[in-house]
């Protein structure tokens, strides 16, 4: 168990990466605090965790609101009796138009969600890792390729990636560190609708979608959340006791930084 002991806050548990993470996260020793603006994803993920014997509570939180974050650290605090994780997952998405044709209303509000938000749950969670820990910050493979309607949401986490740099820097003093780990596709609700609205666009089959960007990578197949969260789950761990300000690719090698 590479996190037994350890206290770690996830933001955005939702149906896809988050829920995954979170049990993995529990079945790897954490004790796993969830916050989401829903509860009903939180709700479920709660009952898997417990029926396998982990330990976990949920809180609703809007990570744009600094009262529900405080509530979130203090939920942990007093459950658990520390923070030393936190994976900040929560995003917003403008939607899938082009940059200058997004609304600035959209715009903005996936600023606040994806890098306010962030900074709100760290600052927060910093605050109270008096023996040093770790955050992970959820990025994406648009940031590194561009792709068509993606620009408001990569900007968003682009500003992320740079913040994560930062607050290695300055957290580091008092043992925190903090890492990226960019996800590309993920084998999951998101993707599932994705290929079924494709197939039907153009006729094809969804397995015919599914094929063409599986083809994309090596390992010839899209990634699973599951299977994804690893990746988070070591720069949570003592296994990266040594690696901070680093952005690990959780991507199948489909993308491949020289």
Request: glycine letters at 12%; one cysteine or more.
């Given at each position: 168990?590479?996190?037994?002991?350890?206290v770690?806050?996830?933001?955005?548990?939702?149906?896809?990466?988050?829920?995954?993470?979170?049990?993995?996260?529990?079945?790897?020793?954490?004790?796993?605090?969830?916050?989401?603006?829903?509860?009903?994803?939180?709700?479920?993920?709660?009952?898997?965790?417990?029926?396998a014997?982990?330990?976990?509570i949920?809180?609703?939180?809007?990570?744009?609101?600094?009262?529900?974050?405080?509530?979130v650290?203090?939920?942990a605090?007093?459950?658990?009796?520390?923070?030393?994780?936190?994976?900040?997952?929560?995003?917003?998405?403008?939607?899938?138009t082009?940059?200058?044709?997004?609304?600035?209303?959209?715009?903005?509000?996936?600023?606040?969600?994806?890098?306010?938000?962030a900074?709100?749950?760290?600052?927060?969670?910093?605050?109270?890792?008096?023996?040093?820990?770790?955050?992970?910050?959820?990025?994406?493979?648009?940031?590194?390729?561009?792709?068509?309607?993606?620009g408001?949401?990569?900007?968003?986490?682009?500003?992320?990636?740079?913040a994560?740099?930062?607050?290695?820097?300055?957290?580091?003093s008092?043992?925190?560190?903090?890492?990226?780990?960019?996800?590309?596709?993920?084998?999951?609700?998101?993707?599932?609708?994705?290929?079924?609205m494709?197939a039907?666009?153009?006729?094809?089959?969804?397995?015919?979608?599914y094929?063409d960007?599986?083809?994309?990578?090596?390992?010839?197949?899209?990634?699973?959340d599951?299977?994804?969260?690893?990746?988070?789950?070591?720069?949570?761990?003592?296994?990266?006791?040594?690696?901070?300000?680093?952005?690990?690719?959780?991507?199948?090698?489909?993308?491949?930084?020289?």
């Amino acid at each position: 168990m590479i996190l037994k002991d350890e206290v770690v806050i996830i933001s955005g548990v939702g149906a896809g990466l988050g829920a995954k993470l979170a049990i993995r996260a529990a079945k790897e020793g954490a004790k796993v605090v969830m916050s989401a603006r829903s509860a009903d994803v939180m709700a479920q993920t709660l009952k898997e965790i417990t029926a396998a014997g982990g330990e976990a509570i949920a809180v609703q939180c809007d990570v744009r609101k600094q009262d529900e974050v405080e509530a979130v650290m203090a939920a942990a605090v007093e459950k658990f009796g520390k923070i030393t994780g936190l994976v900040n997952s929560a995003y917003g998405h403008p939607g899938f138009t082009d940059l200058l044709d997004t609304e600035e209303k959209a715009l903005r509000r996936s600023m606040d969600i994806t890098l306010y938000g962030a900074l709100n749950m760290s600052r927060a969670a910093a605050a109270r890792m008096k023996d040093g820990g770790s955050i992970v910050n959820v990025g994406t493979m648009s940031t590194r390729v561009p792709l068509q309607g993606e620009g408001g949401y990569a900007i968003a986490k682009a500003a992320m990636g740079a913040a994560s740099q930062y607050m290695a820097l300055e957290l580091g003093s008092k043992g925190i560190r903090v890492n990226q780990a960019i996800l590309g596709w993920l084998d999951g609700p998101g993707v599932r609708f994705y290929l079924t609205m494709t197939a039907e666009e153009k006729g094809i089959t969804e397995q015919e979608v599914y094929d063409d960007i599986a083809s994309r990578n090596p390992l010839g197949r899209i990634p699973t959340d599951e299977a994804c969260a690893g990746g988070i789950l070591y720069l949570l761990s003592n296994y990266a006791s040594e690696v901070t300000g680093a952005t690990l690719d959780v991507n199948g090698g489909e993308y491949m930084p020289a």
